[in-house]
């Protein structure tokens, strides 16, 4: 897996900033083990790869604003457009020692995400928070 994220930070004043930048990763991700795969002769025991080569491409641009409205609490907002892509090439489905062949496909996504947020910190070393996304 290969994740890189480049990231900008902007400081209006001791309280707020906006921070921006984008995120890529590449993936390549293979799903498969030892089943006990029945013929018509034998029960032979071999190694299934359910899902191979599954490839998986992400370029995700980001933005985020935190303002600190007290001492002890920050609040954050912003945005992140998800855009992947997610390629499944053809694969064998195991069910109780029956091999099927299946199709593969390609799962794309682009959407607009949220999230609202809150940071409380109790102490110097110590913070709790809540967020929606």
């Known amino acids: ?19 921006y930048g984008i995120e890529y990763g590449h993936d390549n991700t293979e799903q498969g083990r030892m089943r006990d795969v029945k013929t018509l002769t034998c029960v032979n025991s071999q190694y299934i790869c359910s899902v191979c080569y599954l490839t998986e491409t992400k370029l995700n641009p980001f933005v985020q604003y935190a303002n600190q409205v007290r001492n002890d609490i920050t609040v954050q907002a912003g945005f992140r457009y998800e855009n992947f892509e997610i390629e499944v090439p053809d694969y064998l489905r195991y069910k109780r020692g029956v091999l099927t062949a299946k199709t593969g496909t390609a ?27």
Not at 1 to 19: E, P
Not at 107 to 128: D, R
């Open 1 to 19: 897996m290969f994740v890189c994220c480049s990231g900008y930070r902007v400081k209006f004043d001791q309280r707020s900033q906006l921070i």
């Open 107 to 133: 799962l794309k996504s682009n959407e607009l995400l949220f999230n609202l947020g809150a940071v409380y910190n109790f102490e110097k070393n110590t913070e709790g928070f809540i967020n929606f996304s």
